[in-house]
């Protein structure tokens, strides 16, 4: 039979079709083919997720008004862009904290799991903290290789400062709005501290303090964790096992 035009519509709401009619000609029978360089032609909306598998209808139509009816498939690639890790270049004593009164470069890893590549990769760096203000805002990561990729912004660092009354150990969060080629973007967050935490009290207790309970069975002591019914003062029993450090499973508890 011999197939003059092909009809190509397709309907999802990542896909939209930018030529969906093509002309194949005359195609002699005995399995022979047509092909066309520049063919059909569709748009993927940027938010389509990675993986994703938008289906295609096909229908052929002939000379004599025959009508074949097809489908196929194809599959999404794009990025998927991660916060990985921060490095603090702080300018002042350089301990690599950005501590109260000090500011300090930004080094920002990110990664791409995704199958697609992550090209021209760029972020913005906010933030709506009142001890902590941002002098460079931008950062440039360039390819993250898709599946496993990781860049940072080395050269093109982010900028921040701490005012000198920000108590040390100050808890606050960055947003990271990322972009790249294609109408790709994420927009990240990660956790950041300002100063080092500050210890109000240390103690020992590898060995007997000499602490008096409450009366009882079980006075202060140190030795094997059993755990039992007893309570902890928050409603939870004795502890069972010994979570420090130390190997030897022993703990130092009242009944």
């Known amino acids: 039979k011999v197939r003059d035009w092909d009809y190509y519509p397709t309907y999802d709401q990542y896909i939209t079709m930018i030529d969906n009619t093509e002309a194949y000609g005359s195609i002699?029978?005995?399995d022979a083919t047509s092909f066309i360089s520049d063919g059909?032609?569709?748009?993927?909306?940027?938010?389509?997720?990675?993986?994703?598998?938008?289906?295609?209808?096909?229908?052929?139509?002939?000379t004599n008004r025959d009508l074949w009816t097809g489908g196929f498939s194809v599959q999404v690639h794009r990025p998927v862009v991660e916060f990985l890790t921060v490095t603090v270049n702080d300018i002042g004593n350089g301990d690599g904290v950005l501590d109260p009164g000090e500011s300090a470069d930004l080094i920002v890893s990110l990664s791409n799991s995704g199958t697609g590549q992550a090209t021209n990769t760029s972020a913005?760096?906010?933030?709506?903290?009142?001890y902590v203000s941002i002098s460079d805002n931008s950062g440039t990561f360039g390819l993250l290789e898709e599946i496993s990729g990781v860049a940072s912004n080395t050269t093109d660092v982010f900028t921040v400062s701490?005012?000198?009354?920000?108590?040390?150990?100050?808890?606050?969060?960055?947003?990271?709005?990322?972009t790249a080629d294609n109408g790709y973007n994420a927009n990240l967050t990660f956790d950041f501290i300002v100063g080092d935490r500050m210890a109000f009290y240390v103690d020992d207790f590898s060995y007997d303090r000499g602490w008096a309970g409450l009366g009882g069975n079980a006075e202060w002591t140190i030795?094997?964790?059993?755990?039992?019914?007893?309570?902890d003062g928050s409603g939870g029993a004795d502890p069972l096992y010994d979570h420090s450090p130390s190997e030897d499973n022993g703990v130092l508890g009242n009944d």
Request: hydrophobic share 35%; with cysteine; charged share 10%.
């Open 28 to 30: 002699p029978g005995g």
């Open 40 to 62: 059909f032609s569709f748009e993927v909306s940027a938010d389509a997720p990675d993986g994703y598998t938008a289906p295609f209808s096909l229908e052929i139509t002939g």
């Open 124 to 130: 913005i760096l906010t933030e709506s903290d009142s």
């Open 162 to 178: 701490a005012l000198g009354s920000c108590t040390p150990g100050h808890e606050m969060v960055f947003n990271l709005s990322v």
């Open 223 to 231: 030795g094997p964790a059993s755990g039992g019914s007893g309570a």
